[in-house]
């Protein structure tokens, strides 16, 4: 590790990784408000608000977790649960004759109550208890689940599907972003820029794709400055499916919490207390709360933060905080957030490679540290052989049942993980967790 957590590094240093903290945290989310504006049919005015609120409210709820909370410089970004529920209900919704914007309106107030029951649990405690739930088998599969269902995802979009509106794989922008991975990992063997690997892979990308012709005009700004506002989707609207639903994803984003602020101790060399635990629950109630203030996707702590620090090792809050007040900024800012999200999507999915490989990895290191006997194999090879099966069920396949069962059953990620604590410490529950709580009495 070059830089640890409370390391200051020099102030060339300090600016060139607060760029890259934003620049990762711009690629990672970008996405996801244009993916909702065009699933709900926003207007192009529509979906640059949204970019600005997700991109301001990330930066002031990192900021917030790496202030006083957690304490980590770990991302908090758009939920891939949050988003994937928005783009189902939204479907069912419109089939049962719902207007889009209800749904928004409805998932504002659901947010709301996932954060209040984020509060809860932090303030009582619980988190930190919850740690001792996710074992190495349960975060391992966790982690090696995450990854695989984030692959498809990277592939296509380093092959050019769905860019520009591609259905098919674009050789040109497959053969870039092979070139962008391969110097992302020449500059990692480089002892003086290794920290800087994904800024130089992202910003020679966006040379390339400018030297064909493959950007997109930067849409102008009307305004020099705009500030957030409350209620995107319209005033709240209470919907017991939308509300319920959301509770529930509160509750097993509990489990990407924990097992996220795991990952990021192993990844900066530390080991996170209970207060780390408890007090990243507060501040992810907290974000939860802004997101449905805000009528953003509800954000979470992002794991991908624990690959980047992997790959640049480089830990320093001090670089993360600069970089979440620019990120505030750049919400502020129209101008600035027009241009930052024509970054082309096949090369922030290039240069994030290497970093996602670090994902399966974490995953692949929990596995080596347990055991492999009959057990083990039942319980990991259970859960992953199911997360991984139910991947490659088509969606539609879960359409006709309730969307609560449908969100259930149709994500591995979810599904794998909820089977692997059921076997891990139900069904298959160790004999010597009960000795040793006697013995422990007994003292």
Known sequence: MFYKLHDKPPIGTTVLSALQWMIVAVSSSVAVPLMIGDIYGLQPDEIGNLMQ???????????????????????????????????I?????????????????????????????????????WIGKLQKWFTPLVSGTYMILLAISLCSNILTGMLGIGFQHSKEVQPGVAI????????????MR??????????????????????????????????????????????????WGVVLTSM??????????????????????????KQQYNRGGIFTGVSHLLSGFSGVVGMIPLSLAAAVIQTTRMASRLPFMLAM???MLIGLLPTVAHFLAALPTPVAYAA?????????????????????????????????????????????????????????FGNGLLLGVLVCLLLEHVIFRKREDDQIKKDGHAA
Do not use: C
Request: overall charge neutral.
């Open 176 to 187: 870039v972003s092979i070139g962008i991975v391969a110097l992302v990992i020449l500059i």
């Open 89 to 125: 209900l939204a479907q069912l919704g419109s089939s049962a004759g719902l207007h889009p914007r209800e749904i928004g309106q409805s998932f504002q107030v659901g947010m709301g109550m996932a954060g209040l029951l984020f509060l809860i649990f932090g303030m009582m405690g």
């Open 190 to 239: 480089t002892k003086r820029f290794s920290s800087f690997a994904v800024l130089f892979g992202m910003v020679g990308g966006w040379l390339l794709y400018a030297i064909f012709g493959w950007t997109e005009p930067v849409r102008p700004a009307e305004h020099l400055i705009s500030w957030p506002s409350l209620f995107f989707w319209g005033p709240p609207r209470w919907d």
């Open 325 to 327: 007040i620019g990120m």
């Open 352 to 408: 994030m490679f290497i970093s996602y490989t670090q994902l399966l990895g974490f995953g692949l290191k929990d596995y080596v540290t347990v055991k492999m006997d009959e057990r083990t194999i039942t319980v990991g090879g259970g859960s992953l052989l199911i997360g991984i099966g139910v991947m490659f069920v088509p969606a539609v396949a879960w359409q006709h049942l309730p969307a609560l069962a449908s969100f259930l």
């Open 248 to 273: 529930l994803t509160g509750f097993v984003l509990l489990t990407n919490l924990v097992t996220s602020t795991n990952v990021m101790g192993k990844a900066t060399e530390t080991v996170p207390t």
């Open 53 to 87: 609120q997700t991109m301001f409210f990330i930066g002031l709820a990192s900021l917030l977790q790496v202030w006083i909370g957690h304490r980590y410089p770990m991302l908090e970004g758009p939920a891939g649960l949050w988003w994937g529920i928005f783009i």
